[in-house]
C-alpha cells in the first residue's frame, strides 16, 4: 500500500500563517488531494496537484515536488473557522483510487 | 436535495443485526465510494463503484455487501457485524470515467455507526 505521513497535531495563532507538509510514496503517484474535515462533517475538497509546484486558491495554497514525493498546504491570514483536520490523498494506479494520511487536526487560537 | 445524502446519520446494531446504509447522490456522477473513518486511522476505500459496476473492493470482509442499483445510489448491507466494525462510514462521488482526468470526490455526512 502507500504510506502518506503527515503531522497528527498543529498549532497556529489567528491571522498567522501555517503549513501542514504531506510526504508519500512516489511509485504509481497520479496526483494528491488536499481535504479539509471539520469535526462530524464530511471532508471537502481543497485542492490538487498533479504538476511540480504552487497551486493558489485564495487563502489556501497547495505545493508538490513529485521527486521528492511531498506536498504542503500553505494556510494564510488563519481564522479560527479554520480550526479541521486536513487530510492529504494520494492519486495512484487507476484514476479512481484515492489514498489517505491520518489527518492533521489544526487548532487556531485566538 | 443537493450533493450527496446518507441514511441513516446514526445507527446502532446488535452483532446478529443486518442493516442497509443508503447513499444517494445528485450531481450526475456515475462514479461512487464507501469509505470507512476509524478514529485516529485514515480514510479507508472499501468499494468503487464505476457506471454501476464494482471496480475495486480492497480486501473488505464479506459481511459487507455493497449495492448499486444506478449511478445515482449506493448501499452497504451489513449483517454480523463486529464491535470492531463501528465506524463512520463515508459515501462519496465524482464524474468522469475509465481512464480520463480524476477529478475530486464529493463525500457524504456520513453514517456514525455502533456494533454493540
Known amino acids: 500500500g502507500q504510506n502518506i505521513d503527515q503531522p497528527t497535531e498543529m498549532t497556529a495563532t489567528e491571522g498567522a500563517i501555517v503549513q501542514i507538509n504531506c510526504t508519500y510514496q512516489?511509485?504509481?503517484?497520479?496526483?494528491l488531494f488536499w481535504y479539509q474535515q471539520h469535526a462530524g462533517e464530511a471532508p471537502t475538497f481543497l485542492s490538487y496537484?498533479?504538476?511540480?509546484g504552487l497551486e493558489e486558491k485564495g487563502r489556501f495554497s497547495s505545493f508538490l515536488s513529485r521527486s521528492k514525493g511531498y506536498s504542503y498546504l500553505l494556510l494564510k491570514e488563519l481564522q479560527m473557522k479554520d480550526s479541521a483536520s486536513y487530510l492529504c490523498a494520494q492519486l495512484s494506479g487507476s484514476a479512481r483510487q484515492l489514498t489517505f494520511g491520518s489527518g492533521t487536526q489544526l487548532t487556531v487560537l485566538p | 436535495e443537493t450533493g450527496v445524502t446518507q441514511t441513516p446519520r446514526h445507527l446502532v446494531m446488535g452483532m446478529t443485526n443486518k442493516k442497509s446504509l443508503k447513499c444517494e447522490q445528485h450531481?450526475?456522477?456515475?462514479?461512487m465510494y464507501w469509505y470507512k473513518q476509524s478514529a485516529k486511522k485514515p480514510l479507508e476505500l472499501m468499494f468503487v463503484y464505476s457506471l454501476e459496476e464494482r471496480v475495486e473492493n480492497n480486501s473488505v470482509p464479506s459481511r459487507f455487501s455493497p449495492e448499486c442499483p444506478n449511478s445515482s445510489h449506493l448501499f452497504l448491507h451489513l449483517h454480523t457485524l463486529q464491535p470492531e466494525d463501528s465506524a463512520l462510514y463515508l459515501c462519496?462521488?465524482?464524474?468522469?470515467?475509465?481512464?480520463?482526468?480524476?477529478?475530486?470526490?464529493?463525500f457524504g455526512p456520513g453514517t456514525r455507526l455502533t456494533v454493540t
Open positions: 496537484n498533479v504538476l511540480d
Open positions: 450531481l450526475g456522477h456515475n462514479a
Open positions: 462519496a462521488s465524482s464524474q468522469g470515467s475509465g481512464t480520463g482526468p480524476p477529478y475530486e470526490q464529493y
Open positions: 512516489t511509485s504509481g503517484f497520479n496526483g
